[in-house]
């Protein structure tokens, strides 16, 4: 037996505890790590409470247990019996991105949730503890000097995902741009799927100087500025930036140049790229094919520039090698309110009209696609920019497409890993 007292001081005591189903002792469940148990170093998963400031817990429901923890203020008294082995850890930390929101006061299935991490998709998360099946331990890269949270370990995720997406009625495919622009909305591409890994592993990768640039991707939804910023950076320094020259099936006109403008090739030559994968995305319009080959990226990048495309959300998955390493960047579009008046002047391009003014409903239309962009796609944005003043995200554009290529950044684990792996 042994007694243990820790000063509470308005803290979490760190640690969840359980009733055994068969004996009925109360035993920790888990000590948080770096909460107030686990830096005392006096508790252990696996000791057996026998009193709790002096009131035998045997008989106790686990709740019970709790709410005379929860109205201990000050010193808390702690009679126990010591698990005999004390579990080794050997754990490595391990380093993931969310690819999934999570909320615990909304997951009935958490042991404690005031010990959950809530996080958004996205969000890098350090993993400190899986030695239960279930529940990890975790804290964000952000806030590093917190103590760690529980969050569902990858199985349990996947398993609640799943269930989340069996509970859902049946929904076509969703198209994401809308009908600004037709060479766009003709897009073929395959949906991320909603039941991916929960969680990524990532590690921090800095770029030789001696290494190609990384690829910089621009996602946003139609009308949102995505060409126009694009445009800019280029023309701001055509030697450090270029787009991909897109393939087509149309015929050449007079005035173009092969690898200028467009790479012409017949049909069966586009076929054959889309079939081998070649092409990160493409479209029909008026009856030919367009789109935007790996090859005319890896040209780009051959050349010591950077090489800068737009992409439908649909792509990234694509786009997401180990050779490229691109770097996504969502143009954002601001309130309905800065866009009625940022976009007075600006003139949209539609199937049907060249120059046609912004409606009411074409920003409320990209707006309402950003939200489901972000929704769907928002776990692989590694930064995003609020297009609302143009010098102003030009500027912005311009730091984080230098970011990327100068600065440590979380890249996916199997990028760096291996030479051989997607
Ligand atoms: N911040 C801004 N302020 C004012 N006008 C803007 C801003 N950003 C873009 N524009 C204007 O909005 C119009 C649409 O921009 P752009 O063509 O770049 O859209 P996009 O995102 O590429 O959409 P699409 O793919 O449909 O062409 C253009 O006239 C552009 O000059």
Redesign the pocket.
């Given at each position: 037996m042994r007694i243990v007292c820790l000063v509470k001081n308005n803290q979490p005591l760190g640690a969840t505890i359980k009733r055994h189903e068969i004996t009925g002792d109360i035993t920790v469940a888990r000590v948080i790590n770096g909460g107030l148990a686990d830096r005392s170093g006096l508790l252990y998963a696996g000791d057996k409470l026998v009193e709790v400031n002096g009131v035998p817990v045997e008989g106790l429901e686990p709740e019970q247990v709790i709410n005379i923890l929860a109205l201990s203020q000050g010193t808390i008294m702690f009679k126990l019996i010591p698990v005999s082995d004390r579990p080794v850890s050997n754990q490595t930390t391990l380093y993931v991105r969310a690819m999934a929101d999570y909320c615990p006061l909304q997951d009935p299935a958490i042991p404690c949730a005031d010990a959950g991490l809530p996080f958004k998709k996205g969000e890098i998360l350090q993993i400190v503890d899986q030695n239960d099946a279930l529940w990890w331990q975790a804290r964000k890269v952000s806030d590093l000097s917190a103590c760690a949270g529980l969050i569902p370990s990858n199985h349990l995720l996947k398993r609640k995902q799943r269930e989340f997406w069996w509970s859902q009625p049946f929904q076509p495919h969703l198209c994401l741009k809308s009908s600004?622009?037709g060479f766009?909305r003709s897009m073929r591409l395959s949906c991320y799927s909603a039941l991916a890994a929960p969680y990524e592993e990532v590690v921090r990768y800095q770029r030789h100087p001696a290494d190609r640039n990384r690829l910089i991707v621009l996602v946003?939804p139609?009308?949102?500025?995505?060409?126009?910023l694009r445009r800019r950076l280029i023309s701001s320094n055509p030697r450090e930036f270029q787009s991909a020259v897109p393939h087509t099936t149309r015929v050449q006109k007079s005035y173009e140049m092969n690898g200028r403008e467009y790479h012409y090739v017949s049909k069966e030559t586009f076929e054959n790229m889309v079939y081998s994968h070649r092409m990160l995305e493409y479209g029909e319009y008026k009856g030919y094919l367009y789109g935007t080959s790996v090859d005319a990226v890896r040209t780009v990048l051959d050349e010591g520039k950077i090489c800068v495309i737009d992409l439908e959300p649909q792509g990234i998955q694509i786009a997401r090698t180990h050779e490229l390493k691109p770097y996504i960047i969502f143009i954002k579009p601001s309130s309905i309110s800065c866009m009625r008046q940022?976009?007075k002047n600006?003139?949209?391009?539609t199937d049907y009209y060249v120059n046609m003014k912004f409606k009411e409903e074409d920003l409320q239309e990209m707006e309402d696609s950003a939200k489901k962009m972000e929704d769907q796609f928002g776990q692989f944005f590694d930064q995003v920019i609020v297009?609302?003043?143009?010098q102003e995200?030009s500027a912005q554009l311009l730091s984080a497409v230098h970011r990327a290529q100068d600065e440590p950044q979380w890249v996916p684990a199997m990028w760096i890993c291996s030479d051989t792996q997607p």
């Open positions: 600004m622009s766009r946003g139609a009308g949102v500025g995505v060409n126009e940022t976009r600006a003139r949209i391009i297009n609302d003043n143009l995200a």
